[in-house]
Structure formats: structure tokens, C-alpha cells
């Protein structure tokens, strides 16, 4: 069964830290790319961050540019997004995502920042972000 479960996710003061995780199964881990996409209340899931299968691929949102961080761990199969000097405007559900690449090339099949681009999705955790 292919599995992505987030955790970490809560009630943090603005300024704060928080890292969330995105354990993965059921699946070849290390052959995907992930990325992590947030949803606020009334508003659509947005791409804040991807990270290819080079982990030195990244790409990042405008919006969390110099303060989130993605990485990943392929022996412990988990996906991590590191968020710094949080803004209440970050308050939403968070998602991670596994990308298929193409076998041929490696490459995306879309571009990383698109929800098409994903296979397997994981259900979400909250983050609140309060003044």
C-alpha cells in the first residue's frame, strides 16, 4: 500500500520554528521526486517547495524563499520541510507529494510546481501560526 503521512504540524507563535516529516511507503522513495504544497481556507493548494531525486535540486515559492528548507532522507524513506521565521499567513494544511520521473531521462513528466506533476499524495497536517 503507498503511504505519505505528514507529521509535526500544530500551533506555533509567529517568529517560531517548526519541521514537519513526510514518511513514505509502498513505494521506490528514493526514484521520486516530493514536494510540498499547502492549502489556506478559501484559497487553492499552492507548491511551496520541491526537491528532486539530486537533492541539490530545490525549487521554493516566493513566499517561504529564505525561510523554509526542503531535504530527504531515501535511507529512512521520509521527506522533511524545515520552517523558519513563521508568518500567520503561513497558517494552513500542509501536503507532501511524490512525483514519478520519466525512467528514460529522469525528468519530470510536468513541471515540479504543478499538481499534476504528483502521483501519491499524503492527507495533511495543520499549522497554525498565532500572533
Known amino acids: 500500500e503507498v503511504q505519505l503521512v505528514e507529521s509535526g504540524g500544530g500551533l506555533v507563535e509567529a517568529g517560531g520554528a517548526l519541521r514537519l516529516s513526510c514518511a513514505a511507503s509502498?513505494?521506490?522513495?528514493?526514484?521520486?521526486?516530493i514536494g510540498w504544497f499547502r492549502q489556506a481556507p478559501g484559497k487553492e493548494r499552492d507548491n511551496i517547495a520541491c526537491?528532486?531525486?539530486?537533492?541539490?535540486?530545490?525549487v521554493f515559492a516566493d513566499s517561504v524563499k529564505g525561510r523554509f528548507t526542503i531535504s530527504r532522507d531515501n535511507a529512512k524513506n521520509t521527506a522533511y520541510l524545515q520552517m523558519n521565521s513563521l508568518k500567520l499567513e503561513d497558517t494552513a494544511i500542509y501536503f507532501c507529494?511524490?512525483?514519478?520521473?520519466?525512467?528514460?531521462?529522469?525528468?519530470?513528466?510536468?513541471?515540479?510546481?504543478?499538481?499534476?506533476?504528483?502521483?501519491?499524495w499524503g492527507q495533511g497536517t495543520q499549522v497554525t501560526v498565532s500572533s
Open positions: 526537491i528532486s531525486v539530486n537533492p541539490s535540486n530545490t
Open positions: 507529494a511524490a512525483a514519478k520521473l520519466d525512467p528514460a531521462n529522469g525528468a519530470y513528466y510536468y513541471t515540479p510546481t504543478e499538481i499534476r506533476a504528483y502521483t501519491y
Open positions: 509502498g513505494f521506490p522513495f528514493a526514484d521520486y521526486a
